[in-house]
């Protein structure tokens, strides 16, 4: 039975993670081979730096260089192994626990019994480290003030421990010298006596400034049977209001060791979600890298925390290195052992809405901050997890505020009742640099966050249409008028079929402000409204004649964001010369990738079964982009791709981009497993696989397994057996 812990295992890697918004995740680690945890963590979206260090002395106080001679990550712990002089070679294991903790395990082996101590030690700024503040109690205890780019503050608490008491600890406060993991640069290598540091905290001076030293020490005597020491560092943060529903799963350590405990967190995760084998090896290995990125950044709302932070939209515009999408992955979530997770997910975001009932673009602790968000597809994702997982009460929560959202966006974005939606601004969209928006402003690329271009986008635009018809349908359940969004549906839907549609190109466009006629300009988004029921056989031929052109979107690596005969197009992320960080002229973006497999799949339930083909076709070429040079043990998810090599935004520094969804693709097209309002399709789309297994998929009361061989597949669900042929879906009620 495959392992997907040690299935994902690599020497390239390092993001560790616990599933609650604690990360080990630094954009461009400097220190990895350094022991401990050096670089930058997150927690709660706030970038904490440095975290602690290991120095090795010898029984006189001198210091043991540690060279690391190889590096092994699990999604569940880091190993690093190092040779230090007099023959000891020792073995450290970084992992990341709830709570915010950091541990870092050691074992020692020596050709001889020796004696060595152990210091675990940090450096922080110490301005941020309020003054008188710091003790010891069983741990070296302070608080610390962290603030993100918009100076939003947060202040917590670290506790710096040696698992079985420390052998001796001492703090102090010392003017600036180097912010390095530098044994000989601390003040405590004058301090170290008798083979011990003096046992105390010196939290004092003329000013905080400078930097906050603070050490724990224990002292190990290597035996023939080797020698062990644990320590760790814990973050939490100074408000009960995040802490609130915090409860991890109970876990008993397994081998006796801290890293066991770990890895029996992640074997509870993987087992929670449906079980996937496949004789493609890239979909098999992607399907469980993806489901190791959702619980690494995605799944803290599950635990019920509709304050939590690490729910934001971006965090990787700002510290933390993966970004996270709400909508995408209430899809994905939807597919685990229960719908708590997924809920989360929305009620995260519903749950903080503001009085006039836009959302905030970022959710962070105490402080909601950030522009009014709306570009996404909450309908769409409100319908999936209905799909998998109804829930009268749940629609009853959630429905009211979706509906207040509503009717922000008709209020506010459609003020003229055109029944299409203004795009205000391009980092509204996420979507910036880009020739839609210079097509009704040349400078649009100048103004930031004021430039009020009002263009009526077309993703927006299906984007409340598909909300509109949520609404619609889950009018009952929640309390609603169904008339109201029936009508509101009908508006955009003719907006779209006669402003929007351009027969004559075969394409549907963003439209000009004040009735000012199409752009005309060719982007992936304009492919939106082929996942809707807006689209009819009339529209499918556009489809074929520019989503499948090679000249225009089907690159090796498609689906580029802009097509390729745009005239500022960039396979390059070049924008006007300049390489940019989130281009959108030409480069092939997860996201987008995500929502044309569902408008190519839906298109071909419009009496175009060859685009069967073409779906499975796209599925394949989008995951194996997530390659790093088709290597099938180094899967990534960077925010975008160059469309004709496949190489990754490496640059960036932000791999696992959260902003798309996949492991639900393979589900629904390559697996086949669909749920709807009345039921379960199950029917595989054309991959090319000799075989697929999948088992443990629970959803509308049902548990389903398919297994496909070649063109056949079998569905066993309640103790019924049907055998079926590709293309011949099975149909389960319920």
Known sequence: MLDPIEHLARDDKWYLGAGDGTLFAPAF??????????????????????LFTVTVLDAGGQEIPARAT?????????????????????????????????????????????????????AQEGASVPMGEAEWKDALRFPRMLSDRREQPLRVRAALACAGGATSWAAYRSERSALQPVWRFTPFVEKWHAGALPREVRDEGLSPDGLFYAAVHRAVDIGYQGASAVFAMKITADDDALREGDASR???????TVAGASRRRWHAWFERVPQLRCSDPYIETYYW????????????????????????????????????????????????????????????????QKDDGSLHG??????????????????????????????????????????????WMVRTRDAGATGMFDVVDQYETGQEFMSRYQAVDSDADRYGWENRIRLKGIDVTVYAYVLFRALERYAVRGGGDAVKWSTLAARTRDAVRHEMWDAKSGMFSD???????????????????????????????????????????????????????DPLFSAEAEWKGKRHACPWNGRTWPMTNSHLVEALAAAARLGAPTLRKHTGDLIKRFVRM?????????????????????????????????????????LQYVAGVRPHEHGVTIDPFPCGLDQLTLTGVRIRGRTIEVRIVGDRFTVISGGDRIESALGDAVELSG
Request: with cysteine; hydrophobic share 40%.
């Open 29 to 50: 680690p400097v220190w990895l081979d350094t022991p401990g945890f050096w670089d930058e963590a997150t927690v709660y979206q706030y970038a904490f730096a440095p």
């Open 289 to 352: 890298y993806r489901w190791y990125g959702l619980h690494l950044n995605a799944t803290a709302a599950g635990h019920g925390n509709q304050r939590w932070p690490s729910m934001c939209e971006g965090p990787g515009f700002f510290h933390q290195p993966i970004s996270y999408s709400a909508p995408c992955h209430a899809r994905e979530l939807r597919w685990l052992d229960d719908p708590a997770h997924a809920q989360g997910v929305l009620r995260t975001f519903f749950g903080n």
């Open 250 to 256: 109970a876990v008993r350590p397994t081998h006796g």
């Open 626 to 666: 997530m390659f790093h040079d088709g290597d099938l043990r180094r899967p990534n998810c960077f925010e975008h791709y160059n469309p004709f090599t496949g190489q990754a935004s490496v640059y960036r520094g932000i791999d696992d981009y959260q902003h798309s969804w996949v492991a639900d693709l393979i």
């Open 511 to 565: 439209v000009r402000p004040g009735g000012k006629g199409r752009t005309g300009v060719k982007a992936a988004v304009c492919f939106y409204p082929y996942f809707t029921d807006i689209v009819d056989e009339s529209h499918v031929k556009g489809l074929r004649q520019s989503l499948l052109n090679p000249k225009r979107f089907w690159s090796d690596f498609p689906v580029p964001s802009s097509s390729l005969d």
């Open 362 to 407: 970022r959710i962070y602790a105490n402080h909601l901050t950030g522009t009014d968000y709306y570009h996404a597809d909450w309908g769409g994702a409100l319908m999936a997890l209905d799909a998998a997982w109804p829930d009268d009460a749940f629609m009853a929560e959630l429905y009211p505020a979706m509906a207040r959202f509503a009717d």
């Open 70 to 122: 190889s590096r092994r990550w699990t999604p569940a712990d880091l190993t690093v192994t190092y040779k230090l002089g007099s023959g000891i070679t020792a073995t450290e294991v970084r992992t990341v626990h709830p709570g915010g903790v950091f541990v870092s395990e050691w074992r020692f082996s020596a050709f001889a019994p020796v004696c060595i101590h152990l210091v675990a030690w940090t």
